[in-house]
């Protein structure tokens, strides 16, 4: 194990139990404890429709994913195939490896990527199609589609390949920084391409073709001396619509800019753990010690702050029917009132929710690191 990554999980390991990173790497008295859940008056109901177990996964960054006909999940060495309606298995497909990242898909295809630095490629029945070594393991999810399936590796090596082939068609190398950030982060599809969040506080674009750059975007600038305190990483899945591109840094800000022509629209300091999500009124995020932020879509104003999941390590907020939900390590999904950040309705799965929920309809499949992968919905009170 090289000396670099040690490192990495050290500091890792300590930042999810600090509020700010430049506190003392190994200080005892710089620990949280994870506040108790506060009773709360139900306003809505939080059902879970189904519920299925696909096993403890080998890794935190086991994302599900949801297409047209089906949903994707992913176990110790096991990818599955699950039907959208009843959670009941479709297929099962194993892997060479334990897998470390997934699930990547376009509804045609589906990679994942393994302990063995492998990206593995499966088609919609689930038979496999084609499988490349990597220069080192995998923790982001592969991005699948445009003819591609892109693959970042953990020496920040980002890798095109033809979808149909398996050939290599480009690589690019990123900058290898000091010390990394161990959270959750995934690639987006965008107008300029695909966008990757680097541990140097930018957002690439890269055009999936040929793997050239289309723009490089500051999201956030390093200060402090220590390794540790300059932690930047951009953090989490950029999120992107019509109008939007949002990507948040660690120690830095949440940034918004125009979609069409990258333009910064608001930036709003915040030490971001999860990747920003965005709806009609409001951009949310959650910070290191738990909280969850709302900023106003337009102009960044902050609306209001969540303070009563501290240190719980929050999920990526989702918006479920009316109201926005997060996961928690205990496996609480909490539903809070998207205009005001009231707790409202409450459920809980088996093990920590750590990666981010998929967008089914008006609900939103879950999955923790037990293997629970549920589909949630939020109906109203006496339904």
Partial sequence: MSFNHVLTRLAAAALLTL???GCGLFSSSDTHEPAELQDITPKTTARVLWRVNVGEGASRSLAPAVTDNAVYAAGEDEIYRLDRQTGDVVWRAKAKGRITAGIGTDGNYVAVGTERGEVEVFD???KFVWSATLSSDIDVPPLVGAGRVVVK??????TGFDLITGARVWRYQGQVPALTLKVFSQMTWSPAGVLIGQANGRLLALNPNDGKVVF????????????VERLIDVVGRPWVDNE???AATFQGNVVCMQTQNGRTVWAAPVDAVTGPVADARMV???????RVHAFNRTNGREAWVNDTMLYRSVSTPIRVGSTLAVGDYEGYVTFLNPA????VARTSLSGAITSPAAQYGYGAIFQ???GDVAHIVEEPLGE
């Avoid at 590796?153 to 980002?158: A, E, L, P, W």
């Avoid at 005001?340 to 707790?343: H, I, L, M, R």
């Fill in 153 to 158: 590796s953990s020496d920040t090596r980002i």
């Fill in 284 to 290: 949310y995020e959650v910070d290191d010690a738990g």
């Fill in 19 to 21: 509020p700010l990173a």
């Fill in 340 to 343: 005001t950040g009231e707790a």
């Fill in 368 to 370: 923790t690191i037990e």
């Fill in 124 to 126: 919609a029945e689930g």
């Fill in 216 to 227: 490089d975007a500051v999201i956030g600038q390093a200060k402090g001396i220590t390794e």
């Fill in 244 to 246: 939007l591109m949002c």
